[in-house]
C-alpha cells in the first residue's frame, strides 16, 4: 500500500468543536417564560421563587436531554474561497442600473453559501440516545446542512455558526503561528 497524499491532507490537524443542538426551541420558550417569572417575582415571595427555580432547572435537564451533538472541523482557507466561487457561479451578482445587487439573487447565493459552508465543517451528527449519523459523502454532507439550515430553531443556527467562526479563527492564528520565521526556524 502506497502513500495518499489526498489522504495526508484530509487528515491534518484542522481544529475540531463538538456543539450541542436542539431541534425543538419550544423547551427554550418554557425556560424563557420561568425566566421572566423569576425576574417579576417580588423577593418577598421566596417560595414561589423557590418553586419556579425548581422548575428552570428541571427545564435545564430536559433541554440538556433533548440535545443533538454536531461534531465539526475547520476548513481550509482555500475551501471557504471554493464555496464563495461556487456559490458565485450559482448565484452571479447581477447589478441594476444604479449598480445595485438583486436582492432574490443575493439571498439565494447567501443560502447556498451558508449551506456548503455548514457541509464542509460538519462530520457528524449524534442524537441525544447516542445514535451516531455518519455523513460520508458530499452530499450526505449537503443533506444534513439543509435539513439543519431548513428546519431548526435560531438558537441552534446561531450555535452553529459562533462554532464555525471559532474555528476559522483557531486555524487563522494556527496558519500565522506556522508562518512565523521563528516557529519554522525551530521546525
Known sequence: MGFDIRDALLERGYPTAKVQI???????YKIESIEDQIKHTPEVQKIAIADLEGQLEALWRERDEQAYTVHLRGISVRSGEDI?????????????????????????????MR???????LVKVVDPEGNEQ??????????????????????????????????SKEFKEQVQKQQDPDFLSKH
Open 115 to 121: 449551506e456548503m459552508q455548514l457541509a464542509a465543517h
Open 84 to 112: 464563495i466561487s461556487k456559490a458565485l457561479a450559482a448565484w452571479p451578482i447581477k447589478r441594476d442600473y444604479f449598480g445595485r445587487d438583486d436582492d432574490a439573487m443575493a439571498l439565494e447565493r447567501q443560502k447556498l
Open 22 to 28: 436542539w431541534i425543538s426551541d419550544e423547551i427554550f
Open 134 to 167: 455518519r455523513i460520508e459523502t458530499e452530499e450526505d454532507h449537503r443533506d444534513v446542512a439543509r435539513s439543519i439550515l431548513a428546519e431548526a430553531p435560531r438558537v441552534t443556527l446561531n450555535i452553529l455558526d459562533q462554532a464555525m467562526m471559532q474555528l
